[in-house]
């Protein structure tokens, strides 16, 4: 079988009962809750981090742009470790609920920060648990769903993890709003949310996904485990899939700067800078589940690449240097859009072209791509600021991304991406 640019929905079949009737199984509907309560506490931080570290701490741009390539990166040096582990032992859940552990505990480091180290400690460590955690959680969906409606089940996930970073930045808006300098008490209740996250993830995520009984029917029979190689791994659809999706995220800075840019020309006040995130979050909400099915129905390949148009669009919003309401806007909605078709998406894609006994390295091993690409984005972007200043950097990055776009459609629509034949216990 082969998965060309409109990646049909493939036939491989999953180890787990699949839902009838277009329903979504359990088990994704249970990660999407550990995922709104995880991302109430993850994103009522990031809403604040910016403006908190620039205009409280008073870090540089060029500080920042290193932050935020932590933020966006430095998940990227487990990820592939954390998908061979839950592959290797077939217990994707136990490898996942140490990432969001992990996650919880910088939030509890955050609260005691104060400086610039501290703070990226805290950070790295929230990102090294979003790194275990995030390949094999997305295995478990994969490996629950239909492999017809594969869209549709990230999407469903993706709506709910929406549900809380939309929360999130609404949570910490209060927060400020009511308390003057309530940066503390947003950090403790992010605490709280993440515990929550934890104990979800711990109780009620089912332990034994399909791999784990295809490992049981294979001590039954006394047959060997598979192991994973990286020959399995690297198939030449997901080579491809990986470098475009990697080259295309070297130019994709953080939402941060996107706000600050706008928060530069004036388009609104430095109080209102959270309620951003909760536009761009609601933008992505609403969109997580239609862009899940046009993905099934025309392409998921195809909607990966295209959608990074809207995010050279609000590129071109936050350069405009009008300070016009409706460029604020404009940019925060396209924003969400990007999210909605490229997010889940690449996680759909990458865990159809490789064997479901390596699922969970194949999807890291992309998604580690795209990681390490925003880190030095982020970085190599604050130095462009620094250098030219919010709106020449944001055009530069804009007209870069347009052109590139084409190029890896291109790329994906040369030949098929060859879909490996399911590796068979």
């Known amino acids: 079988m082969y998965l060309s640019l409109s990646d049909r929905p493939t036939t491989t079949k999953s180890a787990e009962p699949q839902p009838h009737g277009g329903r979504v199984s359990r088990t994704v509907v249970t990660l999407g809750i550990v995922s709104l309560l995880t991302d109430i506490s993850s994103e009522s931080v990031s809403a604040i981090l910016p403006l908190y570290l620039t205009a409280v701490v008073g870090l540089s741009p060029v500080a920042y742009g290193l932050i935020d390539g932590l933020y966006q990166g430095v998940s990227s040096l487990v990820r592939i470790a954390a998908g061979w582990a839950a592959d290797r032992t077939d217990r994707p859940q136990p490898v996942a609920l140490a990432g969001y552990a992990m996650s919880a505990v910088a939030r509890l480091g955050l609260i005691f920060a104060g400086g610039f180290g501290t703070i990226s400690a805290a950070i790295s460590l929230d990102r090294v648990g979003k790194g275990v955690r995030t390949a094999p959680r997305d295995a478990m969906i994969a490996a629950s769903s239909d492999p017809a409606r594969l869209g549709r089940s990230f999407g469903v996930h993706r709506a709910l993890d929406t549900i809380g970073a939309t929360l999130g930045p609404l949570l910490a808006f209060v927060i400020l709003w009511r308390i003057a ?245």
Not at 253 to 271: I, K, N, P, S
């Open 181 to 425: 300098d309530g940066y503390d008490t947003v950090l403790v209740v992010s605490l709280g949310f993440a515990v929550l996250g934890v104990a979800t993830m711990a109780f009620f995520v089912p332990f034994r996904t399909g791999a784990v009984r295809r490992v049981a029917l294979r001590r039954e029979r006394r047959e060997p485990r598979v192991r994973v190689r990286w020959r399995s791994v690297l198939t030449p659809g997901l080579t491809r899939v990986t470098g475009v999706s990697g080259a295309l995220a070297l130019l994709t800075v953080g939402d941060g700067f996107v706000y600050l840019a706008l928060l530069e020309t004036g388009g609104f006040a430095a109080q209102w800078f959270p309620v951003l995130y909760v536009g761009t979050n609601l933008a992505y909400l609403a969109l997580a589940v239609p862009m899940g099915r046009l993905a099934d129905r025309v392409g998921r390949a195809r909607v990966l690449v295209l959608g990074h148009l809207p995010l050279a669009a609000a590129y071109l919003c936050a350069a405009s240097g009008s300070g016009a309401l409706w460029t604020t806007c404009a940019a925060v909605l396209l924003l969400g859009v990007f999210y909605a078709a490229t997010d889940g998406t690449l996680a759909a894609v990458a865990g159809q072209l490789v064997p479901a006994t390596v699922r969970s390295t194949g999807i890291a091993t992309a998604q580690t791509a795209t990681a390490i690409a925003r880190l030095l984005a982020a970085t190599g972007f604050g130095l462009l600021w620094y250098a030219v200043g919010p709106q020449v950097a944001m055009l530069l990055v804009c007209a870069v991304l347009v052109a590139a776009i084409p190029v890896g459609f291109a790329v994906l629509r040369r030949g098929s991406l060859a879909e490996p034949a399911e590796v068979r216990p």
